[in-house]
């Protein structure tokens, strides 16, 4: 008897050479989650858990090929983005996720943790991004400097209203860049605070925690989950990883990101 397929969810993200972040993380978190992961190559990176040396854009026209090559023989359940380099990039994800209509998480990457930049044409990628994709997601996953850098907004509760003008379903603004020992996450729906989650800060720097964030969220709504479920899910696989993190070079931890989900 063949076991019944999978979840899928088709990710769009960066490789980390390094293990940490991008496509390595997102895909240890979907298995983790019992969803495959049919990962498109965005950009390649030189990098590992002390610094970003080089990002490359993969041609806009790859990335399309990937994704074309995927979808004549897959059938997927989400998708999910993670770096996104440049407009090139973002019009043909939007190109091929507008007529799929499913449910797409936005973690709008712009930076590594550690704040390096991964992008080059920074404002006209920030209006790619508001104008096409925004309005295509099911939930956006800014922590509070890329929610500022998509809105020009000081405050939480500003930022998710002007995102959700933009179109977003559901806003998570992750509160880990804000100070204080407690971390306090805020779920909207459209410009509404639907619910906060708040969890005590871990000592330490992390690398690639984003990442698996969105992508275990992802998770959960390939799987049937509603929205708030998969986000309170995705959290506390989240935590468990961090708490269970690991070095496996010199500087930030990798989340153990192979915990039951």
């Given at each position: 008897m063949s076991p019944a397929p999978r979840p899928a969810v088709l990710v769009f993200a960066g490789h980390d050479p390094s293990g940490g972040a991008g496509l390595i993380a997102d895909i240890q978190a979907l298995?983790?989650?019992?969803?495959?992961?049919?990962?498109?190559?965005?950009?390649?990176?030189?990098?590992?858990?002390?610094?970003?040396?080089?990002?490359?854009?993969?041609?806009?026209?790859?990335?399309?090929?990937?994704?074309?090559?995927?979808?004549?023989?897959?059938?997927?359940h989400a998708i999910k983005t993670g770096l996104l380099p440049t407009c090139e990039t973002v019009h043909v994800v939007a190109e091929l996720a507008g007529p799929l209509r499913l449910p797409l998480v936005l973690?709008?990457?712009?930076?590594?943790?550690?704040?390096?930049?991964?992008?080059?044409?920074?404002?006209?990628?920030?209006?790619?991004?508001?104008?096409e994709l925004v309005p295509l997601a099911v939930l956006v996953t800014p922590n509070f400097p890329e929610a500022r850098w998509l809105t020009g907004q000081d405050d939480a509760d500003h930022q998710a209203r002007e995102l959700a003008r933009m179109g977003a379903g559901h806003i998570l603004i992750k509160g880990t860049h804000q100070p204080g020992e407690t971390i306090v996450h805020r779920l909207y729906r459209g410009g509404t605070l639907?619910?906060?989650?708040?969890?005590?800060?871990?000592?330490?720097?992390?690398?690639?925690?984003?990442?698996?964030?969105?992508?275990?969220?992802?998770?959960?709504?390939?799987?049937?989950?509603?929205?708030?479920?998969?986000?309170?899910?995705?959290?506390?696989?989240?935590?468990?990883?961090?708490?269970?993190?690991?070095?496996?070079?010199?500087?930030?931890?990798?989340p153990e990101r192979v915990v039951p989900g």
């Open positions: 298995a983790a989650h019992g969803t495959h992961a049919a990962g498109i190559v965005t950009a390649l990176t030189v990098q590992n858990t002390r610094r970003l040396e080089h990002s490359e854009p993969v041609a806009a026209e790859l990335v399309r090929a990937q994704a074309r090559c995927v979808l004549e023989d897959s059938h997927f973690d709008p990457v712009q930076a590594t943790d550690a704040g390096e930049s991964l992008v080059a044409e920074g404002p006209r990628l920030r209006e790619c991004l508001r104008a639907l619910r906060c989650f708040s969890e005590s800060r871990l000592a330490g720097r992390f690398h690639g925690s984003g990442c698996a964030l969105a992508s275990a969220i992802a998770a959960g709504l390939a799987r049937g989950d509603d929205l708030e479920t998969a986000v309170a899910g995705g959290l506390a696989y989240s935590r468990a990883s961090l708490e269970r993190a690991y070095r496996a070079g010199r500087d930030q931890w990798i």
